[in-house]
């Protein structure tokens, strides 16, 4: 069966430090691949998205970036966060059109 | 991508049947529509998708008209467990599957 992990499960950083969040999918080949933020009492944010390797779209304008180096690998990066970072971030998956997405258990992101 | 439109807020109590109904007038030709359900600091977990009619699971039913321009997801005797947050995505129809998720319906299930 297929399996998402996402890791550390929160997260305390200052601002201006870098920041690094791993997912990984286990159990499938060549799924798509998505980042969401998630503030307080809000509906989820996609904020990048990929369908192959080396292959990244952004959704929305911002200091994040995402890398995806390898087929069941996705990365969320920054080089200085802000304060307006903090929130809880998603990965999720899914093998493509019409198919139903599946996340993974978050990492809360708290910016000091 | 279509936009969606749900309650904000519902409350129901155990064991009733609880309906939440979402409109979705651009829906295109492709798109399928999607429930999600989201409990404090998880993932949203995955419901029911359809495409027309009615397709039901053993978790919920979702029902849609011949228009597809609404779908109504239907939980039979809902529990306190079942107190969440419920999304109603149309789209994925694109090869990226991208989906773009409302505020939800925040679901209260009373004792």
């Known amino acids: 069966s297929q399996t998402i992990h996402q890791w550390p499960a929160t997260l305390v950083q200052p601002v201006g430090s870098p920041l690094s969040l791993e997912c990984t999918v286990e159990g499938t080949s060549n799924p798509n691949l998505y980042w969401y933020r998630q503030a307080a009492g809000r509906g989820l944010q996609l904020l990048f998205y990929s369908v192959g390797i080396g292959q990244i779209s952004s959704e929305v304008p911002q200091n994040l970036s995402a890398s995806r180096p390898q087929d069941r690998q996705f990365i969320l990066s920054s080089k200085k966060l802000l304060l307006s970072d903090s929130g809880f971030y998603l990965c999720?998956?899914?093998?493509?059109?019409?198919?139903?997405?599946?996340f993974g258990d978050g990492t809360r992101l708290s910016i000091l | 991508l279509a936009k969606t439109t749900q309650p904000i807020s519902m409350d129901s109590y155990e064991g009733q049947e609880v309906n939440i109904t979402c409109s979705h007038n651009n829906i295109a030709t492709n798109d399928y529509i999607t429930w999600y359900q989201q409990f404090p600091s998880q993932g949203p977990r995955f419901i029911i998708q359809?495409?027309?009619t009615k397709v039901t699971n053993e978790v919920a039913s979702l029902f849609i008209p011949a228009d597809r321009k609404s779908s109504t997801l239907s939980l039979p005797r809902v529990s306190l467990s079942d107190t969440a947050v419920y999304y109603c995505?149309?789209?994925?129809?694109?090869?990226?599957?991208?989906?773009?998720f409302g505020q939800g319906t925040t679901l209260q299930v009373k004792p």
């Open positions: 999720a998956w899914s093998t493509g059109y019409n198919q139903p997405q599946h």
């Open positions: 995505l149309v789209g994925g129809s694109s090869n990226t599957g991208k989906l773009i």
């Open positions: 359809g495409y027309k």
